[in-house]
C-alpha cells in the first residue's frame, strides 16, 4: 500500500466501518466511552408523547452494544482518535432525572454537547459540566433544568456557543454574580442566548467590553436592570443584540448604532427613554424597540438602511410628523409606529411600499385626509389606522390590496358612505370602520360574493340608516359554516398576531376590549349605535358561525327572529334599545353557549324563556321592557299568576326539578366554558411561546445568519 492509499484508508475508516463493517471491526470508540452512552441512556424513558411537538427525533434507540458508537445517531467521534467529541442529543425525547453524577460527565474529550428540548423536568444543573472543559459549544435550551445554574459553568472557558432556557418562566436562575463570573471567563463566546433565567443583574461594563467575538446576545426575560453600559468598546462583531422584556432604563447608548455589523436590534418592553441617536449601523434589518418611553421625532437616521425589514417603534411617546423619507425603506415588510404621538397627514408614498406587509399607525394624532394611492403591486395584509383624527373618505385605492386580511378605520372622522367595494377585497377577514362618521344606507346591491372571507365586521357608532343590510349578511360565506378545524388556535394574519397592529378593539358588555391575537373562529358583527330601522331579518339565523352579534342603539322594530336559535355557537347577543316587540322566541333557549344576553329597553312581552342559559341572565338582560313576565323579574309565569295549573305527581315534579337543574348547570359550565376555553388558548399561547409567531418568522428570516454563525465551529 502506498502512502496516499494509507491515509486516504485511515481517513475513511470511519466511514468505511459504518457502511461496510458495522460490527466486524474493532470498537473505534473506547469502550468506556460507549459504556458511558449506553448508561446515560439507561436513565431515561423516550416520551413518546414528544412526537407530537414539532421536533422529535429520539436518537438514543438506536444506540446499542454491537455497533461502533461512533455510528450512533448522535454521536460524533474525533477522526483521529476515536474520542466521542460531539453529542447532539436535540429533541431526542428524553425524560427523566438528569443525575448530577451522570456518567455523559466521563466523556471528558466533548467538544459539543446540545441536550436542547428534552424533558429533564425538575433535574438541576450539575457542577460536572464545569469539568467538561474542551467544550466549546453547549446547548441546554429547553430542556426542563430547574434550579439555581453552578459558578462552575463559568469554568468552560473555551465555550463559544452557550444557550440555556428555563422551560417554566424562572424555573431556572442564573445569580446576579454567577451571570458576572460567566461573562468574566467566556470571553471566546460568539453566540449568547440566555432567556427566562432571571438573572436580576445590571449588565457589566467591564466584562461586556471583553466580549470581542461576540456575534449574538439574547438577554431577554431576565429582570435584567438599570442602564445598558455606555462605554462598550467590543462588541464589534455583535449582529444580534436582543434584551426584551427586562427593566433596563436609561438612553440607549450610541455605541449600539454604531455597531458596523448590527443587523438585528430588539429592545422591546423595557424602560428605555430619551431620543434615539443618530443611527450609523448600514446592516440593520430589524429594529424593535416597541413597548419603552423613547421620544422626540422619528430620526432621519433611522430611515437610511437599505436592509431595513422590520420598524417597530409602538408604544413610546415618538412625535412630529411621520417623514415621507420612511417610503425609501424599499426593503420594509412591517411598518409599526402604533401608540406614539405622532401628527401631521398620512404620507402618500406609503402607498407605494412594494414589500410591505403590515402598517400599523393607530392610535396618533394623525389628522387630513387620507389620500395615500395604495398601488397595484402592494402586498399590505394589515392597515390598522385605528385611533386618529382622519377624516374624508375610505380611499378608494384600497381596493389594489389584493392581500388585505385585517383593515382597522376605527375611531377617527371618516365621513363617507358604507364603502361597500371593499367587499371585493378577497381575503378580507377583518373589517372595523366603527365610530366614524359614516352615513346613509348601506345599499342593497345584489352583488354576489361580496367579503367572502369576512369573520369580523364592526360598523358600530355611525350614522347608518334604513333596513339592515340582507344582502350582505347572504354573502358572508365564512360566517356560514362553523369550521371543521374549529378545535385548532389560528389567528387572523397568523403569522403577526400579537403584533401591536394586529390588535382588534371589541365591545362586549358596554365595555371596549383589546384583542390582541384574533382567532380565524371568532365572528362578531357589531352594527350598533347606528340609525337602523326596520325588522330583523330572519337569514341571520344562517349566519351559524357567529360569536357575537351587537344591533343595539338603533331603530329596529318587528320581533326576535325565532331562527337565531340556529346560532349554536353564539356568545354575545345585544339587541338593547330598540323598538322590538314580540315575544322572546323560547327556542333561543337553545343556545348553549350564550353568556351575555342584553334584550333591554325594547317593547318586549310575554314569558321569558326558562332553562340552560336563560337560568343564569340578570335583570339588566330586560329591564325597559314593561310587558315581559318570569324570572328573573318579579313578575312570574305560569304557577302563581292565577293561571289553575294541571296537577301532578310530586315525585315527578321532583324528579323534573332536578333534571332541569342538572341541565341548567351544565348550561353555565358550557357557557362559561367557551369563553374560558378561548380566554385560555390565548394565555396558553402566549405562555408556551415566549415570542409571537411574527417573531418567529424574523428569525426564520435569519436563520441562514444565525445557521452561519452557529456552524463556524
Ligand atoms: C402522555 O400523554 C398521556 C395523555 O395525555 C399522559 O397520561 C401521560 O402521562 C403522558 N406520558 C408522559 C410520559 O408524559
Ligand atoms: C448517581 O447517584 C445516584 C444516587 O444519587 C445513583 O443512584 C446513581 O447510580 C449514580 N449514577 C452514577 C452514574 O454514578
Ligand atoms: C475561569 O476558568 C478557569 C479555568 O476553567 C477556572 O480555573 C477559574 O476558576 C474560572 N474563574 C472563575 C472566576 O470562575
Ligand atoms: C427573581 O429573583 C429575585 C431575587 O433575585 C426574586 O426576588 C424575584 O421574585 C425573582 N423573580 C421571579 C419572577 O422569579
Ligand atoms: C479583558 O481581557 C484581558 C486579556 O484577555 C484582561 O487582561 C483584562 O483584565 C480583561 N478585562 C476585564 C475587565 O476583565
Ligand atoms: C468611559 O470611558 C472613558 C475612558 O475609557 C472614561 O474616562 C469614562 O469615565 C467612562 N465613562 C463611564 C460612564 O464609565
Ligand atoms: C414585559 O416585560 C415584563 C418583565 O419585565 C414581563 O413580565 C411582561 O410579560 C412583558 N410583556 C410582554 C408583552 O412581553
Ligand atoms: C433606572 O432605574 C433605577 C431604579 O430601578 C433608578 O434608580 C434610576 O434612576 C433609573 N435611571 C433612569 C435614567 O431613569
Ligand atoms: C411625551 O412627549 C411629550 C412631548 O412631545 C411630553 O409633553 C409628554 O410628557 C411625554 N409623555 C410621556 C409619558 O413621557
Ligand atoms: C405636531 O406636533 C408638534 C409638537 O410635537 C407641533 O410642533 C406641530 O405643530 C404639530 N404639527 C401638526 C401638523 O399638528
Ligand atoms: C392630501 O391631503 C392633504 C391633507 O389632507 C392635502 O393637503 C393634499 O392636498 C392632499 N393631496 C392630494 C394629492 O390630494
Ligand atoms: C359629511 O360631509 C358632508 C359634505 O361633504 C357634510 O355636508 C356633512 O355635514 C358631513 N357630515 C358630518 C357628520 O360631518
Known sequence: MDCVKLVLFFMLYPFLCQLAFPSSLPHLCPKHQALALLQFRQMFTINSNASDDFCYNPKTLSWNRRTDCCSWNGVYCDKMTGQVIDLDLFCSGLQGKFHTNSSLFQLSSLKQLSLSYNDFSGSLISTKFGELSSLTHLELWNSGFTGLIPAEISHISRLQFLTISAVDPYGLRLGPYNFQLLLKNMTQLRYLDLEYLNISSTIPERDLTNLTNLEYLRLSYNSLTGPIPSNVSGLQNLQFLLLSSNHLNGTIPSWIFSLPSLIYLELTNNSFSGKIQEFKSKTLAVISVNQNQLQGPIPESLLDKPDLQFLTLSQNNFSGQIPSAVCNLKTLIM?????????????????????????GLNNNILSGTINTTFSTENQLRIINLYGNKLKGKVPPSLINCRNLEFLDLGNNELNDTFPSWLGGLPGLKILSLRSNKLHGPISDSRTDNLFP??????????????????????????????????????YIAGDYSGNYANILIVTTKGLDQELPRVLTTYMIIDLSRNRFEGHIPSIIGDLVALRMLNLSHNGLEGIIPASLHQLSVLESLDLSSNKIGGEIPQQLASLTFLAVLNLSHNHLVGCIPKGKQFDTFEKSSYQGNDGLRGLPLSKDCGGDDGVPQPTTPVELDDDEEEEGDLISWQAVLMGFGCGLVIGLSIIYIMLSTHYPVWFSRMVVKFEHKIDSIMKRY
Open 335 to 359: 411598518l409599526d409606529l402604533g401608540s406614539n404621538n405622532l401628527n401631521g397627514t398620512i404620507p402618500q408614498c406609503l402607498g407605494e411600499m412594494s414589500d410591505l406587509e403590515v402598517l
Open 453 to 490: 372571507k369576512i369573520r369580523v365586521i364592526d360598523l358600530s357608532s355611525n350614522g347608518f340608516s334604513g333596513n339592515l343590510p340582507v344582502s350582505l349578511f347572504e354573502n358572508f360565506q365564512a360566517i356560514k359554516k362553523i369550521g371543521e378545524n374549529s378545535g385548532t388556535r389560528e
